[in-house]
């Protein structure tokens, strides 16, 4: 007979969840990160998801907003060493959603909650940049958007079941 939760109490709906969105979001930050250095290295360089002019993910990518979500600019460098592609941010965020999503603690699900919501902002910003500034639809962009509300989620359950867990201890 199978249990719903797995040995260390995660449920096995949210361990399954979680590694297939920090899978997807790794492998789509991957591509970004191709891509961009694919069309620096080679101005006609054309990407899967360059669809139309207004569909053009290396568009996005080779963008201002593309490194440093833009405002990096604003205090260094364009070519400084703090002014890296959002995509690397992305394998950043995505490797830690996925190593401390294996940790079964507090501290652990408000950090993983905290990163979501920065995450969340950073999406909702760069999604703003996307419609209002680039005028351009990034397919790329918008599955990692959706990827980060669905691991905001995740992360909000987690630490809503623990928190619950420790104030039925305190009892």
Not at 20 to 33: F, K, N
Not at 98 to 119: C, D, E
Request: net charge positive.
């Amino acid at each position: 007979m199978s249990s719903s939760k797995s040995s260390n109490g995660v449920p096995k709906w949210e361990r399954w969840a979680r590694v297939m969105l920090c899978a997807l979001g790794l492998i789509l930050s991957v591509y970004a990160l191709h891509v961009e250095l694919s069309k620096e290295n080679d101005p006609n360089y054309r990407a899967m998801c360059d669809l139309a002019e207004s569909v053009s993910c290396s568009k996005v990518f080779t963008s201002r907003w593309g490194r440093g979500f833009g405002l990096v600019q604003l205090f260094a460098e364009k070519d400084s060493l703090l002014n890296q592609p959002n995509s690397i941010l992305g394998i950043l965020f995505y490797t830690l959603q996925l190593g401390l999503g294996q940790m079964v603690s507090v501290t652990a699900a408000h950090f993983l909650v905290m990163a979501s919501w920065l995450s969340v902002a950073g999406s909702l910003y760069l999604a703003a940049i996307l419609v209002l500034v680039l005028g351009d639809f990034c397919m790329v962009c918008v599955s990692t958007y959706i990827i980060n509300f669905a691991l905001m989620y995740i992360n909000l359950k987690r630490r809503t079941g623990l928190s619950g867990k420790q104030k039925k201890k305190t009892r």
